[in-house]
């Protein structure tokens, strides 16, 4: 089916507008925002949803959530991301060339193909830490 052909249903308007308006979503997020509108919304119809708009090019995909699932990104040009290890939250991050270039050296054989994925702790986490010390 070609991308014009496709339906625009209120499903597909509410996973984009939820996303977008998140940055970084996975589906169990997805539709736990939406069941208070749509309480029978079903986990199948939001995978369905984001699934194909990942496929049609208009979500991208970021790293994996901490349990593994699939998080669907609303910024489908390249780029990196710092991601919490605490929390698990997701943020755009632009790495300049020159730290690529260096990683590229340090990595001898291989190459870097695709976005990057720093990890550490948030400042809102590391707060938490603190107190609770």
């Not at 496929?55 to 970021?62: A, H, I, K, P, V």
């Not at 040009?77 to 050296?105: E, N």
Request: proline share 3%; net charge positive; with cysteine.
């Amino acid at each position: 089916m070609k991308l014009a052909d496709r339906r625009t249903t209120k499903y597909v308007t509410e996973v984009k507008r939820v996303v977008f308006l998140r940055g970084h979503a996975t589906n169990a997020e997805i539709l736990d925002e939406l069941r208070v509108t749509y309480p029978k919304l079903s986990a199948t119809t939001v995978h369905r949803v984001s699934q194909r708009l990942y496929e049609d090019g208009e979500l991208g995909r970021g790293p994996k959530s901490l349990d593994g699932s699939v998080r669907y990104d609303a910024n489908v040009d390249r780029h990196d991301h710092f991601m919490c290890t605490m929390c698990g939250q997701v943020r755009d991050v632009s790495i300049p060339q020159a730290c690529l270039s260096i990683i590229k050296c340090n990595v001898e054989d291989c190459s870097i193909s695709g976005p990057l994925t720093v990890s550490g702790v948030c400042n809102s986490c590391k707060k938490m830490w603190r107190e609770e010390e």
